[in-house]
């Protein structure tokens, strides 16, 4: 619970998810479209593509910037293949990239490998990547320390293969603590790979506190209904609930083998967080952004049909 929180504004800030989740979030009409917040612009800038090696030039990197209405898309030298996974963090201004990451490292504005920036998600799935691009969609979000200045945390899941699913989960939740000032204003990594949680997760989404003085960070488990919340703020990330909240459809089909979660996120004003999972459906939960509390869960499926009346908040 925050202290002198007062729950009236609105203005949330939500992490705008990667580019390869862009057409799930248009389908998901504005639910999870989500902001860092006025004149904070880190996510203006994405990037796609191969590294310009690649034989084929049509396919060479590229870049978008949100600065523009339309954004606009312009070619982008770049020898780092962003393949997939294309994890990007700008400058406040959105104008200026601070570093980006491929999956197996990450590398600073002069597109080398950031100062104790390699083997980021490092496990046997980042051994059967490398050297190619590593193979995921959820490129991981960052977001400034609160209250440290020119310091920024890195959230992301690293894969790992399990044998009794045909799908690739995330291997629990890890964050990675860079400092912009290190090595000469290229950015060093101060820690990397720290596990938040040990086991498998779903996606995870980012919102503002309400007082936006923090971030809080919400992610699910595996196959379940057993959901973990985060308090960010200036002294570190700290487990503040795990909510457990039933949701009597998923017992139809609880082996792991039937659940593919791939994205999660907050709606613009924080208040909503759902979880999709492509075998079935989305996952809504109401959230309060003061007491950082999940409740009143309820299932959408792909038919169209909602099956809220079976989820118990």
Same mark, same amino acid.
């Given at each position: 619970?925050?202290?002198?929180?007062?729950c009236?504004?609105k203005? !949330?800030?939500?992490?705008?998810?990667?580019?390869?989740?862009?057409?799930?979030?248009?389908?998901?009409? $504005?639910?999870?479209?989500?902001?860092?917040?006025?004149?904070?612009n880190?996510?203006?800038?994405?990037?796609?593509?191969? +590294?310009?090696?690649?034989?084929?030039?049509?396919?060479h990197g590229?870049?978008?910037?949100?600065? /523009?209405?339309?954004?606009? #898309?312009?070619?982008? @030298?770049?020898?780092? &293949?962003?393949q997939?996974?294309?994890?990007?963090?700008?400058?406040?201004?959105?104008?200026?990239?601070?570093?980006?990451?491929?999956?197996?490292?990450?590398y &600073?504005?002069?597109n080398?490998?950031?100062?104790?920036?390699?083997t980021? +998600?490092?496990?046997?799935?980042?051994?059967?990547?490398y050297?190619n691009?590593?193979? $995921? $969609?959820? *490129?991981?979000? *960052?977001?400034?320390?609160?209250?440290?200045?020119?310091?920024?945390?890195?959230?992301?899941q690293?894969?790992?293969?399990?044998? %009794?699913?045909v799908?690739?989960?995330? %291997?629990?939740?890890? @964050? /990675?603590?860079?400092?912009?000032?290190? %090595?000469?204003g290229?950015?060093?990594?101060?820690?990397?790979? &720290?596990?938040l949680?040990d086991?498998?997760?779903?996606?995870?989404?980012?919102?503002?506190?309400?007082?936006?003085?923090g971030?809080?960070?919400?992610?699910? /488990?595996? !196959?379940?209904?057993? @959901?973990?919340?985060?308090?960010?703020?200036s002294?570190?990330?700290?487990?503040?609930?795990?909510? /457990?909240?039933?949701?009597s459809?998923?017992?139809?089909?609880d082996?792991?083998?039937?659940?593919?979660?791939r994205?999660?996120?907050?709606?613009?004003?924080?208040?909503?967080?759902?979880?999709?999972?492509?075998?079935?459906?989305?996952?809504?939960?109401?959230?309060?952004?003061?007491?950082?509390?999940? *409740? +009143?869960?309820?299932?959408?499926?792909?038919?169209? !049909?909602?099956? $809220?009346?079976?989820?118990? #908040?």
């Amino acid at each position: 619970m925050l202290k002198n929180c007062s729950c009236n504004d609105k203005r !949330a800030f939500t992490h705008r998810t990667d580019y390869a989740q862009l057409v799930l979030w248009v389908f998901l009409f $504005s639910l999870i479209l989500p902001r860092v917040g006025e004149s904070q612009n880190h996510d203006y800038i994405w990037y796609y593509g191969y +590294n310009n090696d690649w034989e084929f030039p049509t396919f060479h990197g590229g870049e978008i910037s949100f600065i /523009t209405n339309p954004p606009t #898309a312009s070619p982008k @030298y770049r020898p780092v &293949n962003m393949q997939l996974y294309g994890h990007v963090m700008a400058d406040s201004t959105g104008t200026e990239v601070l570093y980006y990451s491929n999956g197996l490292h990450i590398y &600073n504005r002069e597109n080398e490998i950031m100062l104790n920036g390699d083997t980021i +998600n490092y496990n046997t799935w980042w051994e059967i990547c490398y050297p190619n691009p590593y193979i $995921s $969609s959820l *490129s991981g979000l *960052s977001i400034p320390y609160p209250g440290r200045q020119n310091e920024y945390l890195y959230l992301h899941q690293p894969i790992e293969p399990r044998l %009794d699913t045909v799908f690739l989960p995330m %291997d629990g939740v890890s @964050y /990675t603590h860079i400092d912009m000032q290190g %090595d000469n204003g290229l950015g060093e990594v101060l820690s990397k790979n &720290n596990k938040l949680f040990d086991g498998y997760s779903s996606p995870l989404g980012l919102t503002k506190t309400a007082d936006n003085s923090g971030w809080w960070l919400v992610h699910g /488990t595996f !196959a379940d209904s057993i @959901y973990y919340t985060y308090l960010i703020d200036s002294l570190g990330i700290h487990l503040t609930s795990v909510d /457990t909240l039933p949701a009597s459809y998923y017992n139809l089909f609880d082996l792991p083998l039937f659940h593919d979660y791939r994205h999660a996120g907050f709606s613009p004003d924080g208040t909503k967080f759902a979880v999709f999972d492509n075998m079935h459906g989305i996952i809504l939960l109401d959230f309060d952004r003061c007491a950082g509390e999940l *409740s +009143n869960a309820r299932f959408y499926g792909i038919d169209g !049909a909602s099956a $809220s009346s079976s989820l118990v #908040a």
